[in-house]
């Protein structure tokens, strides 16, 4: 799997319009921008035989997948990308499951919080290709992938 792939998708996904509910009477944290919390813009599925679960996935949810590109599939809802597919480990080193990608204002605020509580960092902060933000990814207390994107500045 190649990060370059992952990280141009992830930034697809952001600029659709991603954005949080800003809840009523809730103040804005200036790390994640907005009163309601990170917002999920992205998400990779791990599965053991992709055409298995690209059919499962098809009758379940209606999703439709573009063709893979260095073993990523994109999954598409209509035809916005919302995340990816492939076969093996999740970033994190998990077999199966998913990863999920927040969007943030403040990616190494973010992180710095996340490491002082104990999450396992897997990716330092790297630049998007293309110049469209950056990214990070930790392993929270339960062994989850959680992915922060932070858009251009």
């Known amino acids: ?22 809840a009523g009477g809730q103040g804005v944290d200036p790390d994640i921008g907005h009163g309601a919390g990170a917002s999920v813009v992205w998400f990779d599925l791990m599965v053991a035989e ?25 999954i598409l809802a209509g035809d916005r990308p919302i995340g990816g597919l492939y076969q093996g480990r999740s ?3 998990q077999h199966g499951g998913i990863d999920i990608y927040f969007s943030v204002t403040n990616l190494a605020s973010v992180l710095a919080k ?10 330092e902060s790297m630049p998007i ?25």
Not at 117 to 123: E, S
Not at 129 to 153: K, R
Request: glycine letters at 16%; aromatic letters at 10%.
């Open 50 to 74: 992709p055409q298995r679960a690209k059919d499962f996935y098809s009758d379940v949810f209606g999703w439709r997948f573009a063709p893979p590109s260095q073993e990523y599939t994109l």
């Open 1 to 22: 799997m190649k990060f370059s792939a992952l990280c141009v998708c992830v930034v697809m996904t952001m600029s659709g319009g991603s954005r949080g509910l800003a």
């Open 91 to 93: 970033m994190v080193g």
């Open 129 to 153: 290709p293309g110049g469209h933000g950056s990214m990070a990814l930790f392993q929270d207390l339960d062994g989850n992938g959680i992915g922060l994107v932070q858009g251009e500045s």
């Open 114 to 123: 996340a490491k002082a509580k104990g999450a396992k960092v897997i990716i």
